[in-house]
């Protein structure tokens, strides 16, 4: 006798649902993901924030993550994102553009707002884990005994010129103009906000005075931070990363907010953090 199945049973055996995808997200304008500083961009395909867009694309978001060269200076590397996001303006026939930045990411986009005329085509910009007021790791790095400083920084400027097709390197002044003394005494007053750029941003933490775990890479940097800061991510306190409009604080260390997670530490979905984002722009009307 042949086996017989109730509608009501097919369903269940298959798990076809109407809508089984996730939700579109409807931004108005194209996505920009703006990576940060280091070498992560160098060891994933496609870079940091790569997956992150993919992602954004897959629930109907024109997200686009570029790459500039990661151990370069605000001004060197906002040359190269100028480029980059008149590439994709013409290839988004768009006018208008939507940036998260990450990090370094968010004072390259500040800088390109308000000194390169961009407040014409970014009308907001969200900041994740940007350094507003600078990182007293950078400092850290740059107090090192001279040999290991010129280590670090020769092996830096190695890499951010062969990484990328047209990367250049600057590692000792990219540092220096990353800690607390330069950001808040110099380009802080040089760069103010725009008057018609909406500003929002997030802080992260892991790690000393929280009950996150963070990277094993982290920790120095992390506890160091603490006493210096306060609460951080392993590479930018809660303190420095508030610009704007503050929407929270995300519970994820620096390399997990771009994707890069270990087993030592707490679980965190960048995609899904980035889709809520998006999602919350295209709520607004972005």
């Not at 303006?89 to 768009?94: G, P, Q, V």
Request: hydrophobic residues 40%; aromatic residues 8%; glycine residues 8%.
């Amino acid at each position: 006798m042949a086996n017989t199945f109730s509608a009501a049973a097919l369903q269940r055996l298959t798990g076809l649902e109407p809508f089984p995808q996730p939700a579109l997200i409807p931004t108005e304008h194209p996505v920009v993901l703006m990576h940060g500083f280091g070498i992560g961009a160098s060891l994933r395909r496609g870079g940091h924030l790569h997956n992150q867009a993919m992602h954004l694309r897959s629930r109907g978001v024109r997200a686009v993550a570029p790459n500039v060269s990661p151990y370069n200076t605000v001004r060197a590397r906002t040359q190269m994102w100028d480029d980059r996001l008149r590439r994709v303006l013409h290839d988004t026939n768009a006018d208008t553009l939507t940036v998260i930045a990450h990090s370094m990411g968010g004072l390259d986009a500040r800088y390109l707002i308000r000194r390169m005329g961009w407040h014409e085509q970014i009308k907001v910009l969200v900041t994740v884990a940007t350094p507003h007021r600078g990182s007293s790791v950078a400092r850290l790095i740059l107090e090192q005994p001279e040999a290991v400083r010129d280590w670090v920084t020769d092996m830096a400027n190695w890499l951010g010129r062969h990484v990328l097709e047209d990367g250049t390197a600057n590692m000792r002044e990219a540092l220096r103009e990353l800690t607390p003394d330069y950001v808040e005494n110099t380009f802080n007053p040089k760069v103010p906000n725009h008057p018609d750029v909406t500003y929002y941003s997030f802080g992260c933490q892991a790690g000393k005075g929280t009950t996150i775990p963070v990277s094993p890479i982290f920790r120095y940097f992390n506890s160091y931070l603490f006493e210096h800061e306060g609460v951080n991510d392993g590479i930018v306190s809660v303190d420095s990363a508030h610009w704007g409009t503050y929407l929270g604080t995300v519970d994820a260390d620096h390399a997990q907010q771009v994707g890069i997670t270990s087993r030592l530490g707490a679980p965190f979905d960048a995609d899904a953090f980035y889709a809520a984002i998006a999602q919350r722009l295209a709520d607004e009307g972005w």
